[in-house]
């Protein structure tokens, strides 16, 4: 498979200015000749791998932070504000705008704040114009519209792995004793550190609720509705919020949110990635997901944790020096609604929009429980290796449905190897790629017979007297 060229000229100018050097001085200390830095700082050179090795050792450099991808991201989401008819002028090529995005991260960070406070005042105002009779009716104030996607886009620029909490659950789960019964041992913790005592109630009792703590009493009420391993999860919950509560709040503030509700959702996901790293510590679960080549149901068995859970567990492995495969996870319902998203690597979700209905996490609904392995392709060559299937939720009483809900964990192509999914796959075949999208309007691959809207990005082709498979055409 041929190496994907990184153009970063911009991205290792400001490296080079940020360190205080000259380009005599870096291309001496890489083994280049000044004339051939420069032509790699305007973009006329790819980075090669080799240079991006050595501009790591030399100068103990973080690779993601040269290798494209969050420029790449942030050239995704452009192009997907872009495509909103509210811009009536042609959309830039690619190239132009992956340009913009390497050399004025700033100005397009501007941009796309920008874009998201039109798409809350058209929000606001919508109710307003479908009916006059709710003229009373009161509208949340508009930076408290989307505080999900400030937590979102915040556990997407650190790789979904915080360290510092990391450390502590692991230090944690090596002082506890009885880590083969993980539920009783973090019910002990939290008795004899916190005077704290979990109590599993009847359904009767808590027939809406999952947990409630007793601030007063000092107890932590349960629901008889959680199978074990969510138990084990809100214990830990639990002791991050007693334990955890001032690193919690450092990171979050570090983070420089614009609400109150995004501190708050914040400091949720932060304690819920602290149980989750509890359940499973990374030294001992990196090596276990290695030796298994990443088999989520073994690893749920050996961890006492839910598919789901392992899943967001794999999608962490990011320490320095003892890094996993850079997973994605995707969840959604059997709608189409997303409830989680979350990337150690490059993958570019839609931010405004659904995903490629090609992508067979949508299939899964259909085979609840079985693993379904796809690799897929996206518009700019990037390809990956996913896994579908359903996840267990919280069943209530008769006759209320369970909810419906999906994952997909995915990673680089490249990867394919280490990931026991991968066995058995022809990918070097091009035709074992399954062509997807990010979302129809930004999707410009012809003839998909999937497709469920025309892209935005090029003028309709209509002809009266022709119709093909797909239901739009385009030039």
């Not at 790449?72 to 811009?87: G, Q």
């Not at 519209?145 to 997407?156: A, G, L, Q, S, T």
């Not at 990391?166 to 916190?194: G, M, S, V």
């Not at 909810?403 to 066995?423: M, T």
Request: proline share 6%; with cysteine; glycine share 4%.
């Amino acid at each position: 498979m041929a190496e994907r060229k990184i153009f970063a000229g911009p991205r290792l100018k400001r490296t080079r200015q940020g360190l205080s050097i000259s380009q005599a001085q870096m291309a001496r200390d890489l083994g280049i000749s000044p004339s051939y830095l420069n032509l790699v700082e305007r973009n006329q050179r790819p980075l090669t791998a080799q240079l991006l090795l050595k501009l790591a050792d030399t100068y103990d450099l973080d690779l993601r932070e040269l290798s494209g991808d969050s420029e790449e991201r942030l050239a995704s989401e452009i192009t997907e504000v872009l495509s909103d008819p509210v811009f009536s002028v042609p959309l830039p090529t690619s190239a132009e705008i992956l340009d913009v995005a390497s050399s004025s991260p700033k100005f397009s960070a501007a941009l796309l704040h920008l874009y998201q406070t039109y798409q809350r005042q058209i929000n606001q105002e919508a109710p307003l114009n479908e009916s006059l009779s709710e003229r009373n009716r009161r509208l949340p104030d508009d930076k408290n519209r989307f505080p999900i996607e400030e937590v979102r886009d915040y556990f997407h620029a650190r790789h979904n792995f915080i360290e510092e909490l990391d450390l502590h659950a692991e230090n944690l789960y090596d002082t506890l004793k009885q880590t083969d019964n993980l539920f009783t041992a973090l019910r002990t913790h939290l008795i004899e550190k916190h005077g704290i005592r979990i109590s599993i109630l009847p359904l009767h009792a808590m027939p809406d609720t999952q947990r409630r703590f007793d601030h007063h009493n000092k107890r932590l009420f349960l629901s008889e509705l959680l199978p074990l391993p969510s138990r084990i999860f809100q214990a830990g919950v639990m002791i991050a919020q007693q334990e955890q509560s001032q690193c919690i709040t450092q990171l979050t503030e570090e983070a420089g949110f614009d609400t109150e509700d995004a501190k708050q959702l914040c400091r949720i996901g932060l304690a819920n990635y602290f149980a989750g790293a509890l359940m499973m510590p990374y030294g001992t679960f990196i090596e276990s997901a290695r030796s298994l080549r990443y088999d989520i149901s073994i690893l749920s068995a050996r961890f006492g944790a839910s598919i789901e859970q392992v899943a967001h567990r794999l999608s962490t492995l990011q320490r320095t020096n003892n890094r996993g495969v850079p997973f994605f996870l995707l969840r959604l319902d059997n709608a189409g609604n997303i409830s989680k998203r979350f990337s150690a690597d490059g993958f570019h979700f839609a931010k405004f929009g659904g995903t490629c209905p090609k992508w067979n996490v949508h299939d899964a609904f259909a085979t609840p429980g079985q693993i379904i392995v796809q690799p897929v392709q996206l518009p700019d060559s990037t390809s990956y290796l996913t896994m579908s299937r359903t996840v267990d939720t919280i069943n209530g009483p008769h006759p209320e449905p369970a909810r419906k809900l999906a994952i997909s964990l995915g990673c680089e192509i490249g990867y394919a190897d280490q990931v026991v999914y991968g066995d058995g796959l022809q990918l070097d075949n091009p035709s074992a790629l399954t062509p997807i999208g990010v979302t129809c309007r930004m999707c410009e691959r012809h003839n998909c017979t999937s497709r469920a809207f025309p892209p935005m990005t090029q003028p309709l082709k209509i002809d009266a007297n022709l119709k093909k498979l797909s239901a739009f055409e385009f030039h």
